[in-house]
């Protein structure tokens, strides 16, 4: 695949931070669109200005995705209005931080619906059209978090461990078939994540002093839909991120207990 122009892209979180960045970009690009996300409203305001803006087709699928059997009922809602999709972008998830004793259970199971089972069952679904085509792919967002375990986000890094180790498993599936799998791994981007992730307004701000670098939304996607095209099984944007992965995976092979030891100091909502 060279380019987006007059592909269809269909774009899940599609109304906020990193996927309405996609939504964006895309449409700058001349990709058609199917935006999915649970907010009807800003998704036909941000369809409405985008079409008019450039000229190309955009349709809104209004969807909880945490809900069991919703990615059967948008492929089945996709087909019906004779879409046929070219790049899935799964970049719908959820996160929480803090003590895993002390979280509510439905938390973790709605993060793990999202972050994997949602994942995987559009990939299931939509994949065997490209393959066939021998055209198209899918982006996966996970996380620079994928690489290493991080006591205090236990199930949230285990999730984006998974989706960083199933794009790349798959991407070995897919590339001679002529269909990309990438992973797209972020470190600590602009958005609202960790409104949700941290409620507690104190132990988030103390969360975030510790974040040296925060990356813009369209920084991420460009870098990551640049990948997309020239057949990345991953791309983690910015090069202090990707020293940072890299050097955390040697660690791991030489001092796993220190490496997480460490990540726990620095993620330890009460410190």
Not at 185 to 203: G, H, L, M, W, Y
Request: hydrophobic share 40%.
């Amino acid at each position: 695949m060279r380019s987006f122009q007059d592909a269809t892209v269909l774009v899940t979180g599609a109304s906020s931070g990193i996927g309405e960045a996609f939504v964006r970009n895309l449409a700058g690009r001349g990709a058609n669109l199917i935006l999915v996300a649970r907010s009807a409203d800003k998704l036909e305001q941000l369809a409405q200005t985008l079409s008019q803006q450039h000229n190309v087709r955009i349709d809104c699928f209004p969807l909880d995705l945490t809900v069991a059997d919703s990615p059967e009922t948008l492929f089945e809602q996709v087909n019906s209005v004779n879409l046929s999709v070219d790049v899935l972008v799964n970049n719908a998830g959820i996160g929480y931080w803090g003590n895993f004793t002390e979280g509510e259970l439905r938390n973790f199971q709605q993060m793990i619906d999202l972050n994997v089972r949602a994942v995987v069952s559009l990939s299931h679904l939509f994949l065997p059209t490209m393959i066939q085509r021998r055209n198209g792919g899918i982006i996966n967002v996970s996380s620079v978090v994928g690489f290493q375990p991080i006591p205090y986000g236990s199930v949230y890094v285990g999730t984006k461990a998974f989706v960083l180790h199933y794009s790349e498993s798959l991407w070995g599936e897919c590339r001679k078939h002529g269909v990309t799998i990438t992973a797209l791994c972020p470190s600590t981007t602009n958005t609202n994540f960790f409104q949700v992730a941290i409620p507690d307004e104190r132990k988030r701000e103390m969360r975030m002093q510790k974040t040296s670098k925060t990356r813009s939304p369209d920084f991420v996607v460009e870098v990551g839909l640049n990948a997309f095209l020239h057949g990345k099984n991953l791309v983690i944007p910015g090069l202090a991120s990707y020293l940072s992965a890299h050097v955390s995976q040697l660690s791991l092979v030489f001092a796993r207990r220190l490496t997480v030891t460490f990540a726990g100091s620095i993620f330890d909502p009460d410190k």
